[in-house]
């Protein structure tokens, strides 16, 4: 069997050239990413579903691929794989032990690029938050600290790559899905931009193109290769992007001429940012500078808190959406959604239509700004997060507003509570440990999270960058720049059973 220390010495590329030589088999590879999530899981709990008799028959196929034979886990949300139990972080599916009839074209295009899927990762009801605590599922730890968030809503993918039983999975961002646990875990993580990777068939363009599906990983040239493998165009898309004259993998061997970055260090919403999360970007401009790029203070002028208030309006009215497609689905009552989950969609349910379409119309200006900033600087810098990862619970739903919202939820709108300024304090709320990350979902721009900073007490800090439209090769060769000045592959927690 393939022990563990020689497993995490590779990349997914890595393991992939070892069983393309002979040097071990699909089997052994899976043999030792089962026995790593046997030994951490307990403590973590990163995966909601195993997949064994499925990744059995794979490992024992003959498949293809860049990644062929390598150990992969795919998402418990809008990463649907055929007669397998989904969830999405929901009680109301779990009970019903739903189960997708069809592959997501995501799901598809990860199986072509030769991994075996062997699990489904944990994640917060539909995605909704920046932490990993689905009372359907149970909370998901960080490995680097087990008291602590590993982020979300990809929390399960990232916790499980970080923890060694994968070199990537699975993962997505409506809001940060994909960039904050990558920074909470120390890892690397890229969102492409909307329509570069598809996501149907039943969701092309998924809340008007901002979320978007690819992995977290522990390289960058595993990202690279990963999006060589899924992007393209998928019947149905708004948008068929031109294909970029070079592959992506090819593309980080050479790095980027010298940029001129902007560093936007203030949160959008006004509301603190940590010592820890400015000692990051320090590092960060410092390692910048001499890589010979030039970085300097700027900020898209935009209205940053207007826009985290968008943002949440997108979400409480799908949300809405999802309730009601479910319950109409599953004949499950209120009792099979969090509490949290019903005041937003109670919110959703309250705005108009007209105010809906004027919401999206701002994301106009959205664009044009960040546009006109980026005619001046070749790309956006801030912190991933405004804190370390909180620990778990921080953020649950005090018992007087839990007490407070029941009632409310029992009333035909919620017109007072918008009217009453709760959707800024609800911004404020969710929103001051992670404002930075919106901005790239809503203009539709690629944007990457990089590990280059550890708090002092011992918890990753990531930096983001923000790319103009069809910026994914220009963020990928700056990111394998920036891996092979300030290595963090083999920088790893330290975990037991």
């Keep these: 069997m393939m022990r563990h220390d020689e497993y995490i010495e590779h990349d997914a590329l890595g393991i992939a050239q070892r069983i393309a030589d002979r040097e071990i088999?699909?089997?052994?590879?899976?043999?030792?990413?089962?026995?790593?999530?046997?030994?951490?899981?307990?403590?973590?709990?990163s995966v909601v579903h195993q997949m064994d008799d499925i990744a059995d028959e794979r490992a024992g196929a003959t498949v293809t691929g860049a990644f062929a034979g390598v150990p992969f886990l795919?998402?418990?949300?809008?990463?649907?794989?055929?007669?397998?139990?989904?969830?999405?972080?929901?009680?109301?599916?779990?009970?019903?032990?739903?189960?997708?009839?069809?592959?997501?074209?995501?799901?598809?295009?990860?199986?072509?690029s030769g991994v075996n899927i062997f699990g489904k990762t944990n994640t917060p009801e539909f995605g909704a938050k920046?932490?990993?605590?689905?009372?359907?599922?149970?909370?998901?730890r960080n490995p680097w600290n087990s008291e602590h968030t590993p982020g979300g809503s990809s929390g399960g993918s990232a916790a499980a790559v970080a923890a060694g039983v994968v070199p990537m999975a699975g993962a997505n961002d409506g809001g940060g899905s994909i960039r904050i646990?990558?920074?909470?875990?120390?890892?690397?993580?890229?969102?492409?931009?909307?329509?570069?990777?598809?996501?149907?068939?039943?969701?092309?363009?998924?809340?008007?193109?901002?979320?978007?599906?690819?992995?977290?990983?522990r390289s960058v040239r595993d990202s690279a290769a990963m999006l060589d493998a899924t992007a393209g165009y998928e019947p149905g898309a708004i948008v068929k992007l031109q294909?970029?004259?070079?592959?992506?993998?090819?593309?980080?061997?050479?790095?980027?001429?010298?940029?001129?970055?902007?560093?936007?260090?203030?949160?959008?919403?006004?509301?603190?940012?940590?010592?820890?999360?400015?000692?990051?970007?320090?590092?960060?401009?410092a390692l910048l500078a001499d890589l010979g790029h030039h970085a300097e203070p700027a900020a898209p002028a935009l209205d940053g808190a207007q826009l985290c208030r968008d943002f949440l309006m997108v979400w409480f009215v799908h949300m809405a959406s999802a309730v009601d497609e479910i319950r109409a689905q599953t004949g499950c009552g209120a009792d099979g959604f969090e509490l949290?989950?019903?005041?937003?969609?109670?919110?959703?349910?309250?705005?108009?239509?007209v105010e809906y379409t004027v919401m999206l119309e701002r994301w106009q200006g959205y664009r044009q700004a960040l546009a006109a900033f980026h005619r001046r600087y070749d790309l956006l810098l801030t912190p991933t997060l405004a804190s370390p990862p909180v620990k778990i619970g921080a953020l649950e739903t005090p018992i007087w507003q839990q007490r407070l919202l029941r009632p409310l939820l029992r009333l035909p709108s919620a017109r007072?509570?918008?009217?009453?300024?709760?959707?800024?304090?609800?911004?404020?709320?969710?929103?001051?440990?992670?404002?930075?990350?919106?901005?790239?979902?809503?203009?539709?721009?690629?944007?990457?999270?990089?590990?280059?900073?550890?708090?002092?007490?011992?918890?990753?800090?990531?930096?983001?960058?923000?790319?103009?439209?069809?910026?994914e090769t220009l963020l990928l060769r700056l990111a394998a720049q920036l891996e092979h000045a300030a290595p963090w592959f083999d920088r790893l927690p330290t975990l037991s059973s």
Excluded: W
């Design 340 to 353: 949290d989950t019903r005041a937003l969609a109670h919110l959703g349910r309250s705005y108009s239509a």
């Design 243 to 285: 294909t970029p004259e070079t592959s992506y993998l090819q593309a980080i061997e050479r790095p980027p001429e010298p940029l001129r970055i902007g560093v936007m260090e203030a949160s959008p919403l006004g509301t603190p940012v940590s010592n820890e999360a400015h000692a990051a970007i320090r590092t960060t401009t």
């Design 74 to 112: 795919i998402k418990d949300l809008f990463q649907d794989y055929a007669g397998v139990p989904t969830t999405y972080g929901n009680a109301a599916l779990k009970r019903a032990a739903f189960c997708p009839t069809e592959h997501a074209e995501i799901v598809k295009r990860f199986m072509a």
């Design 25 to 45: 088999t699909p089997a052994e590879a899976l043999a030792a990413a089962r026995a790593r999530l046997t030994q951490v899981d307990g403590r973590l709990n």
């Design 130 to 140: 920046a932490i990993t605590e689905p009372v359907a599922n149970g909370s998901t």
């Design 416 to 471: 007072a509570l918008i009217k009453s300024g709760m959707v800024d304090q609800l911004a404020n709320e969710n929103l001051q440990h992670v404002p930075f990350t919106q901005l790239a979902n809503l203009t539709g721009v690629p944007a990457m999270s990089v590990p280059l900073s550890m708090t002092p007490g011992g918890l990753p800090m990531g930096s983001q960058f923000v790319a103009p439209p069809g910026g």
């Design 181 to 217: 646990p990558a920074a909470c875990c120390g890892l690397f993580g890229l969102k492409p931009g909307r329509a570069r990777v598809p996501a149907g068939p039943h969701r092309t363009d998924q809340a008007h193109g901002i979320s978007v599906d690819h992995v977290v990983t």
